[in-house]
């Protein structure tokens, strides 16, 4: 009876993707996808995982599918949703790092104790914490009022002091960013070493419909004001 009262609260897996080249630079990786997230950003291309139920996948048939691709596949990364919500999720990496895989985590930088924790304990060999816009324009970005701002600050700190190799990155929609919200974000993140510019593509799964791309020429302007304060800005997808 404990057995199956505990099940109710294991948060599995909702999605992966067994082969990747774009999620973790120069390695080929398997990614997990967490089914839920404590935001509702409006050009997220993962909305139907955050907003919809889906089949969960186990943790007992994900590890038996990584023990086969040993040699094969790099690394895992742990994405959602946000991977930071799972309670199992340190055992659930300790396991994957036990069996010789690099370890990406993508996050919004929102469980600050959580990121630290892993961090410490030697899990992670990559974060890629998005940073969606300037903490003015955060709410209307994110879809949320309450966005965790002292615990995004503290993620960021941390991940400036090069404990770990790590990338900041900003999705790009032409609804919410602008040059002043540009220039505020690259005063937050001033001092860190990369950020990557994400063009924005309207596909389907979006959680909002109708938004646009900031276009080649408008990114270059921003890329060109946030080199004032991070030391290699980015494009990507562009």
Known sequence: MFSAFYNIFIMEFVGIDKF?????????????FAPKCNFRCPFCHNGTTVLESHNSISFDEIVQFLQTRKGLVDAVVFTGGEPTLMPELKKRI?????????????????????LKD???????????MDIK??????????????????????????????VVNYEFRTTLVNEYHNEDSIIEMGKLLDGAHNLY??????REGVIKKGLHEVSYK?????????????????????
């Open 218 to 238: 408008k990114a270059i302007i921003f890329q060109k004001l946030l080199q004032k304060y991070i030391k290699d800005v980015k494009l990507r997808g562009y």
């Open 94 to 114: 300790e396991t994957v790092k036990n069996l010789g895989f690099l370890i990406k985590l993508d996050t919004n930088g929102t469980n600050y104790s959580v």
């Open 118 to 128: 892993l961090l410490d304990s030697h899990l992670i060999d990559y974060v890629a």
């Open 20 to 32: 990747s080249l774009l999620d973790y630079d120069n390695y080929i990786s398997v990614v997990l």
């Open 133 to 162: 816009n300037s903490f003015k324009c955060y709410p209307e970005t994110c879809g949320v009022d309450d966005f965790r701002q002292k615990n995004i600050e503290k993620s960021i700190n941390l991940l400036r002091k090069n």
């Open 197 to 202: 510019l994400q063009k924005f593509v309207d």
